[in-house]
């Protein structure tokens, strides 16, 4: 299945792409949250389907967030080699663990704020891995069957706040609509290799981003064992795996995103996004 929501901001309904149509589930009453897929929401909700009449979504809605607020975000820095040999740093000996704000969360073709005083805003096309049930100590033999799914995310990040600011890396990658996801979560049998996916990004029509996740130095396996072995991973929480080069930190000299740029982003599978940069109000 293909999990949408739809509708204004803070006021979206769930949906399902089939056959490339989208479908309102509003009528199945819950919303794509932890509980949903605690108590196994995935399977309550294709039975569901077979038997409903499904209204279609109006052409033109919104996309909001697939899922609805998790309980964290966490993301792999560093997990593309060439990624890390354009920022001139070591490649990780470990996974690289950060954590983003849940507050960034916005839709696939939301508007991108730049925060107030930043003047490092750049982009980061990732796959998205959506955890299904509650994961403690997981063994890598057995991670993948923790996955309730993927989605492509661009993990926006602001350099100075992350880099230049002292502390943790998570000042600049938490700022209010840094973390576009979607436009939908594919279910894990709707990909039949997330280690073989192209993922690409463009900004204002250039390709700025273009690698695969066969590149992975940590792949999906390890860093949700790892990952599992310092948190529990609740369902619904959200995995993002990293980025490939082409970053605007790692080009000579550095680029940065300005109001009116226009990022383009897609993965393999996964639909794509688009977002204009707009100024800080």
């Not at 619904?236 to 995103?257: C, Q």
Request: charged share 25%; with cysteine.
């Amino acid at each position: 299945m293909k999990l949408i929501r739809f509708g204004d901001i803070g006021k979206e309904k769930t949906g399902v792409i089939l056959n490339d149509k989208k479908y309102d589930t509003s009528a199945f009453g819950e919303d794509y949250t932890e509980q949903f897929f605690e108590t196994d929401g995935l399977s309550r909700l294709a039975a569901f389907i077979k038997d409903a009449e499904l209204p279609e979504v109006a052409e033109g809605e919104r996309l909001g967030s697939p899922i609805a607020r998790p309980s964290k975000i966490i993301c792999i820095g560093l997990n593309y080699a060439d990624h890390a040999h354009e920022t001139n740093a070591p490649l990780p000996p470990e996974p690289v663990v950060f954590m983003k704000a849940t507050s960034a969360i916005v839709g696939p073709n939301d508007n991108v704020v730049i925060p107030k005083n930043s003047v490092k805003t750049d982009w980061e096309v990732e796959l998205a891995v959506v955890i299904g049930k509650k994961a403690s100590y997981v063994d890598e033999a057995d991670a993948l069957s923790y996955v309730a799914g993927y989605m492509l995310h661009n993990d926006v990040s602001e350099r100075e706040f992350q880099l230049e600011r002292n502390g943790t890396w998570d000042k600049g990658k938490g700022c209010d609509t840094f973390a576009p996801f979607g436009p939908f979560l594919a279910t894990a049998d709707e990909i039949e290799d997330p280690h073989n996916l192209h993922l690409w990004l463009k900004v204002n029509g250039e390709i700025m981003q273009y690698g695969t996740t066969s590149n992975f130095i940590f792949n999906l396996a390890q860093v949700i064992s790892y990952t599992s072995q310092f948190m529990t991973l609740l369902p619904g929480d959200v995995i993002s795996t990293g980025t490939p080069a082409g970053v605007g930190l790692g080009m000579k000299p550095p680029v940065y995103l300005k109001a009116g740029d226009v990022m383009e982003l897609g993965i393999d599978g996964l639909g794509d996004q688009k977002q204009t940069l707009v100024a800080y109000a």
